[in-house]
């Protein structure tokens, strides 16, 4: 006899921070036209998603349609004597990879995880290890299709259309639909890159290493935020080239580790971290090393684990990443790791890295020249959002700015100081588009 109770709702679309969690319709996305037909017969408002990994609200929309492109995911074409490839936006760079590196090819720019929509990745002006060498990845894309809710189209480049390039790199999601885009690849012989990894004490050693080494492509750097004393703002810088001795180039292979449950609350707290931190920087035996290693474990260490965000807990967590420029990054990075550590709240995932003088081509790109910081927190109450609040009002004393794509907490005062060009942003703005960050930071709503 059938069931008389009802189906239950289908999970809310999830930000990879977990946090908000919003209720919204969704819609798939098959081919290059659905936009325009599906656009024509909405009444709410809507916003086009990837993969879900941004850390905040900037992919979510409250109550309403979430347009998901993943399956628009074809390769449409690619020269193999300039590594030129025009792909759809819902292509994610993991299949992209898939693609050239047999072909002898690269992403010019690589965040920390490859599970990222082409889409995305414009919609957010990615950036990488090689900031300080090749900018953003919107310096690499040569050019793209948008789609208007009115079913107009605009080739869009540098130069046609380039306002329209410019509003649409790190604009969001918010300026039309991008159906289609071309990339420039890089040529490689190896998947291997050679490997450095330099123990330093204090942020002053990490300045000094970054210029002793800014000739090198990659540079990152973990820091121990956990720390005080003797050992604070210890850390690893690590470097990294794509080597030039020819070796075999094939297909990574698909993960296999799944983080199997929601780790409760408790689990992570400041002497489990603070015990991580200490494990983490004597891992590396002595203060200089140098290896050979595959590019996964280099560029990303965390996609082997799926699901990892569930180490968090079931609250989820929330991402704090600033950018400030070169005259007060020493200082702003000192006062900000203090606070950190004396708030007892750690982060295990610390990434300090210098932004380069590459000029970014997005109008609300986040990177400029400087320092910038990356801290992963569980979500605790009463602890972590009055800690972000007075770590982003530092943020903006210091003149930096915080990452949209990573951001569920900057209220609207901050995001409009960091970002005053949000307003020329919103000229260009589609009718129908829009998302719960946009809405929340700005108060410009659809009006449909």
Same mark, same amino acid.
């Given at each position: 006899?059938?069931?008389?109770?009802?189906?239950?709702?289908?999970?809310?679309?999830?930000?990879?921070? @977990?946090?908000?969690?919003?209720?919204?319709?969704?819609?798939?996305?098959?081919?290059?036209?659905?936009?325009?037909?599906?656009?024509?017969?909405?009444?709410?408002?809507?916003?086009?998603?990837?993969?879900? @990994?941004?850390?905040?609200?900037?992919?979510?929309?409250?109550?309403?349609?979430?347009?998901?492109?993943?399956?628009?995911?074809?390769?449409?074409?690619?020269?193999?004597?300039?590594?030129?490839?025009?792909?759809?936006?819902?292509?994610?760079?993991? %299949?992209?990879?898939?693609?050239?590196?047999?072909?002898?090819?690269?992403?010019?720019?690589?965040?920390?995880?490859?599970?990222?929509?082409?889409?995305?990745?414009?919609?957010?002006?990615?950036?990488?290890?090689?900031?300080?060498?090749?900018?953003?990845?919107?310096? =690499?894309?040569? %050019?793209?299709?948008?789609?208007?809710?009115?079913?107009?189209?605009?080739?869009?480049?540098?130069?046609?259309?380039?306002?329209?390039?410019?509003?649409?790199?790190?604009?969001?999601?918010?300026?039309?639909?991008?159906?289609?885009?071309?990339?420039?690849?890089?040529?490689?012989?190896?998947?291997?890159?050679?490997?450095?990894?330099?123990?330093?004490?204090?942020?002053?050693?990490?300045?000094?290493?970054?210029?002793?080494? %800014?000739?090198?492509?990659?540079?990152?750097?973990?820091?121990?935020?956990?720390?005080?004393?003797?050992?604070?703002?210890?850390?690893?810088?690590?470097?990294?080239?794509?080597?030039?001795?020819?070796?075999?180039?094939?297909?990574?292979?698909?993960?296999?580790?799944?983080?199997?449950?929601?780790?409760?609350?408790?689990?992570?707290?400041?002497?489990?971290?603070?015990?991580?931190?200490?494990?983490?920087? =004597?891992?590396?035996?002595?203060?200089?090393?140098?290896?050979?290693?595959?590019?996964?474990?280099?560029?990303?260490?965390?996609?082997?684990?799926?699901?990892?965000?569930?180490?968090?807990?079931?609250?989820?967590?929330?991402?704090?990443?600033?950018?400030?420029?070169?005259? #007060?990054?020493?200082?702003?990075?000192?006062?900000?790791?203090?606070?950190?550590?004396?708030?007892?709240?750690?982060?295990?995932?610390?990434?300090?890295?210098?932004?380069?003088?590459?000029?970014?081509?997005?109008?609300?790109?986040?990177?400029?020249?400087?320092?910038?910081?990356?801290?992963?927190?569980?979500?605790?109450?009463?602890?972590?959002?009055?800690?972000?609040?007075?770590?982003?009002?530092?943020?903006?004393?210091?003149?930096?700015?915080?990452?949209?794509?990573?951001?569920?907490?900057?209220?609207?005062? %901050?995001?409009?100081?960091?970002?005053?060009?949000?307003?020329?942003?919103?000229?260009? @703005?589609?009718?129908?588009?829009? #998302?719960?960050?946009?809405?929340?930071?700005?108060?410009?709503?659809?009006?449909?």
């Amino acid at each position: 006899m059938p069931s008389s109770s009802k189906p239950s709702a289908p999970p809310p679309f999830e930000s990879w921070g @977990r946090y908000p969690s919003y209720a919204a319709t969704i819609l798939p996305m098959h081919w290059q036209q659905d936009f325009a037909v599906t656009a024509a017969g909405l009444h709410d408002s809507a916003l086009a998603v990837g993969m879900g @990994r941004s850390y905040g609200d900037s992919c979510l929309l409250e109550n309403g349609n979430l347009l998901v492109t993943t399956a628009m995911n074809r390769m449409l074409h690619f020269d193999p004597e300039t590594g030129i490839l025009t792909a759809e936006a819902g292509m994610t760079l993991a %299949q992209i990879l898939d693609f050239a590196v047999p072909r002898g090819f690269f992403l010019p720019v690589t965040p920390g995880t490859k599970y990222v929509t082409l889409g995305g990745a414009i919609a957010n002006d990615i950036h990488g290890k090689n900031h300080h060498v090749a900018g953003t990845f919107g310096n =690499h894309v040569l %050019q793209f299709e948008l789609i208007r809710s009115d079913g107009s189209s605009r080739l869009c480049s540098p130069t046609e259309n380039p306002d329209w390039f410019a509003a649409t790199i790190g604009g969001l999601g918010l300026t039309g639909f991008i159906t289609w885009v071309q990339l420039r690849l890089k040529p490689i012989v190896s998947r291997k890159i050679d490997y450095e990894g330099i123990q330093f004490h204090g942020i002053d050693e990490f300045l000094e290493l970054t210029k002793k080494y %800014q000739h090198v492509e990659y540079t990152v750097s973990w820091v121990d935020c956990a720390s005080r004393g003797k050992n604070f703002a210890r850390g690893i810088f690590m470097l990294g080239e794509h080597s030039e001795v020819p070796d075999a180039l094939t297909q990574s292979p698909e993960p296999k580790l799944i983080f199997p449950f929601d780790a409760p609350g408790f689990a992570l707290n400041h002497a489990t971290v603070s015990a991580f931190n200490t494990l983490y920087f =004597h891992k590396q035996m002595k203060p200089h090393v140098k290896t050979v290693q595959d590019y996964e474990p280099f560029f990303y260490p965390l996609d082997i684990m799926l699901k990892w965000n569930r180490l968090y807990g079931k609250r989820g967590l929330l991402q704090f990443q600033y950018a400030i420029p070169w005259e #007060s990054a020493r200082e702003g990075t000192i006062a900000i790791l203090r606070a950190i550590a004396d708030s007892g709240l750690a982060s295990f995932l610390a990434v300090l890295k210098a932004f380069g003088d590459v000029p970014s081509p997005g109008l609300l790109s986040f990177p400029q020249p400087g320092i910038t910081l990356a801290l992963d927190f569980p979500i605790k109450e009463g602890i972590t959002f009055p800690l972000f609040e007075r770590l982003a009002d530092m943020t903006r004393d210091f003149g930096g700015r915080l990452y949209p794509a990573k951001d569920a907490a900057m209220t609207a005062s %901050q995001f409009q100081t960091f970002y005053p060009q949000w307003e020329r942003l919103a000229r260009f @703005r589609d009718p129908l588009l829009t #998302s719960s960050f946009w809405e929340r930071c700005t108060g410009d709503r659809p009006s449909l």
